[in-house]
């Protein structure tokens, strides 16, 4: 049977199911996947995390460079995103130049980041307009069986939280020290099945699915990032919605930020 | 690849014939291995190899992209080695460099050597390699994780591909070289073989070497390679243990 046939027979099974409001590996419309966190995997970082939720992992690691601030903004050090879909991580994505798919991931971790004021970009500048630290957040997706953003970005943000600025190695200060995390955003990511909004979509029913929508809040309970993804509309009605249950996840997974699973 | 910090060079072998690390000179760095770790791809494994974390998966036979590529007589087989931003001292670009793209080219070529390739025409076998953590010897990591990705896939092989490096340490000849033995070291010699054969599929070096030198090299890399194949049929008969659950 050809790919396209079965993902088709896939997707009726998918909406039978949701019009139930069952899914196909038996969870009910608002849970998780099981969501854990390692930090520190890997030592060559100056932080990282291997974050899985479900049978997605994504594997964030975090570097820190001297660098020189942008000329618009000669107070504050500079943060870039970077997501790698890599052909390792499933059967659909291919070599070369970054797809749109990954172009997405990164943009949308990167707002999220960037709007909850995660890291105060003024504390990373040494030397005004001259010298300050430039942060690279790097998320390779191992395997993806779904909802990529929220686990990019829990594994981002427990990057940063793990991370160490290379002050001494650099010549900057005598001793490194940890990098300071102000804020915590945690996405939360929903797709339509029919008439159901069902949060942590798997690979299979974001294929299945009549549009996604992320939300990111915050622990001081601010929205701070939004994006809608795919073909499919959402009502005002099904956004507040999906914001009040983004905080009670959100809410939940922070606490796995240094690590552990629910 | 430099490293900031390390200015000075180390002191490489104590007066006791130890190496940094304490190891012996025909001593591996320990190695430990997961078949399996991966859920989309259809054959995975993930090794652990001293402070080296590298990742292979392999996807096929499957449909051959790009089209052009494909052959009528056999596989092809298309390797792609990688190295993440974060997995060096200094990050590492992300994307293809010269040095990535060489080292899967050789890798891909070790394979073709000893896969059935023929058995499945106009498709490809599609290898990937994922550095995650970098400490010198990615390549015989990758290329080990490799093999048991495809073992794992149940792709017809003439037999595992074992690989480690050889190199010169202070003067002497030594098995698996860790990063500071590599930066500072005198020559680097990575190996892959088939162990039933007995005959070297990669072979590389760069360095010093006599010709007396080359040959205890060899003869040091092949014996490594051989305790590196029992280490990896273990880790598969783990995997495929009666009651163990079989592939994911």
């Known amino acids: 049977m050809s790919e396209e046939v079965s993902a088709e027979i896939l997707t009726t099974h998918i909406l039978d199911l949701a019009a139930e409001g069952k899914r196909l590996d038996g969870r009910g419309p608002d849970a998780y996947r099981p969501v854990t966190v390692e930090p520190g995997f890997v030592t060559t970082a100056d932080g990282s995390a291997l974050v899985r939720i479900g049978d997605t992992a994504v594997l964030s690691g975090i570097k820190l460079e001297p660098g020189k601030p942008f000329p618009d903004t000669p107070n504050a050090g500079v943060l870039t995103t970077n997501a790698e879909l890599i052909p390792l991580s499933s059967p659909t994505f291919e070599p070369g130049p970054p797809q749109p798919g990954a172009i997405e991931v990164s943009r949308v971790v990167d707002r999220a980041i960037r709007a909850a004021e995660t890291v105060d970009l003024t504390r990373l500048c040494v030397t005004p307009g001259e010298k300050s ?25 427990s990057a940063l939280v793990n991370a160490t600025v290379p002050a001494k190695r650099f010549g900057i200060a005598d001793a490194d020290y940890p990098l300071e995390v102000n804020h915590f955003p945690i996405e939360c990511t929903f797709v339509r099945l029919g008439d159901t909004i069902v949060v942590d979509p798997t690979f299979d029913e974001e294929r299945a699915s009549q549009g996604r929508i992320t939300v990111a809040t915050d622990e001081v309970g601010r929205v701070v990032a939004m994006q809608k993804g795919l073909v499919g509309a959402f009502s005002p009605d099904d956004v507040k919605d999906v914001v009040r249950r983004a905080f009670k996840h959100g809410e939940r997974q922070r606490t796995l930020l240094k690590g552990g699973h629910v | 690849m430099g490293s900031v910090g390390a200015k000075e060079i180390p002191v490489l072998l104590s007066p006791e014939g130890l190496r940094i690390d304490g190891r012996r000179l025909d001593e591996l760095r320990p190695i430990t291995i997961h078949v399996g770790a991966l859920k989309n791809a259809d054959g995975s494994a993930f090794v652990e190899w001293g402070a080296n974390k590298v990742m292979a998966a392999v996807y096929g036979p499957r449909e051959v992209h790009p089209r052009h590529l494909q052959q ?31 080292i899967s080219k050789v890798i891909g070529e070790a394979f073709e050597s000893v896969v059935f390739a023929e058995e499945y025409p106009r498709t490809s076998i599609d ?6 953590q970098a400490n010198a010897g990615t390549r015989c990591a990758g290329l080990v994780a490799a093999s048991l990705a495809l073992a794992d896939a ?31 070291g005198e020559a680097d010699l990575p190996m892959a073989l088939v162990p039933q054969s007995g005959r070297l599929v990669l072979l590389q070096m760069e360095g010093h070497m006599t010709e007396d030198e080359l040959a205890a090299s060899l003869e040091l890399g092949v014996q490594g390679c051989r305790e590196i194949y029992e280490k990896m049929k273990a880790a598969l008969r783990e995997r495929y243990a009666l009651g163990a659950g079989g592939p994911a």
Not at chain 1, 141 to 147: E, K, M, P, Q, Y
Not at chain 2, 127 to 132: D, K, R, S, T
Not at chain 2, 166 to 184: P, S, T, W
């Open chain 2, 72 to 102: 009528n007589n056999k596989a092809v087989i298309q390797c792609k080695y990688n190295m993440a931003a974060f997995a060096v001292d200094e990050r590492k670009r992300p994307g293809l460099d010269r040095r990535s793209q060489e």
């Open chain 1, 133 to 157: 630290w430039v942060c690279y957040v790097d998320c390779h997706v191992l395997d993806h069986s779904g909802n990529l953003i929220d686990t990019a970005l829990l594994a981002a943000v």
């Open chain 2, 127 to 132: 290898i990937y390699i994922e550095v995650l």
């Open chain 2, 154 to 184: 149940g792709i017809p092989m003439v037999d595992l591909l074992p690989a480690v490096a050889v190199g010169k340490v202070a003067g002497k000849i030594a098995l698996d070289l860790k990063k500071e033995e590599d930066n500072f």
